[in-house]
């Protein structure tokens, strides 16, 4: 069975950084690509980015392309968000994706 | 980016029921590989969502027949045959054919 759990959330104050992880099991992690997508309260979905199995293609939303960084390490069956210089419009429930397989997402609040 | 437009925002409907949601992209969702890379997703109230179709038609893994899609191009549809309670939520399709993914802005699906 697939599973993606995501960690690191919390409160977090506005310019600040943080990292989010989410652990993979019941699949060879190092034969998909991964990604991470995003929810506001009570909004919509909004894709962040996506990495390649050896880390050699990472594409990311423009708009999001100089804040987050993704991030992965096969021996530790680990993908990462790197987010740094968070603002309000940043809070959100944050989801690690393999393909359209979804984890239960962490929530980020961004608040001083 | 592709825009993709869903419509209605909005369903209230009767167990029973059958009921149509459109999805429109601004540009083709043909890939180079001849497929289209357009998918649809259910969020079912406090869970992450759920892939429902993936490919225009090819129904996810457990998803009841009573969910169909079809499309081409720019132009997709979802059918729910005979609603039922476990239908309830926000429905979202999703292109990835281009980058960066986007989605739709989702359709409620309430109980009338």
């Known amino acids: 069975e697939v599973k993606l759990v995501e960690s690191g959330g919390g409160l977090v104050q506005p310019g600040r950084s943080l990292k989010l992880s989410c652990a993979a099991s019941?699949?060879?992690?190092?034969?998909?690509?991964m990604g991470w997508v995003r929810q506001a309260p009570g909004k919509g979905l909004e894709w962040i980015g996506e990495i390649n199995q050896d880390s050699s293609t990472i594409n990311y939303t423009p708009s999001l392309k100089d804040k987050f960084t993704i991030s992965r390490d096969n021996a530790q069956n680990t993908l990462y968000l790197q987010m740094s210089k968070l603002g309000s419009e940043d809070t959100a429930i944050y989801y690690c994706?393999?393909?359209?397989?979804w984890g239960q997402g962490v929530m980020v609040t961004v608040s001083s | 980016d592709v825009v993709m437009t869903q419509t209605p925002p909005s369903l209230s409907v009767a167990i029973g029921q059958s009921v149509s949601i459109s999805c429109k992209s601004s540009q083709s969702l043909v890939y180079s590989d001849g497929k289209t890379y357009l998918h649809w997703l259910l969020q079912s109230p406090g869970q992450s969502p759920k892939l429902l179709i993936y490919?225009?038609?090819n129904l996810g893994s457990g998803v009841p027949d009573r969910f169909s899609g079809t499309g081409s191009q720019k132009d997709f549809t979802l059918k729910i045959s005979r609603v039922e309670a476990e239908d309830l939520g926000v429905y979202y399709c999703?292109?990835?054919?281009?980058?960066?993914?986007?989605f739709g802005g989702g359709t409620k699906l309430e109980l009338k």
């Open positions: 019941g699949f060879s992690f190092n034969d998909y690509w």
């Open positions: 994706a393999r393909g359209l397989n």
């Open positions: 490919q225009v038609s």
């Open positions: 999703v292109q990835a054919t281009h980058f960066p993914r986007t």
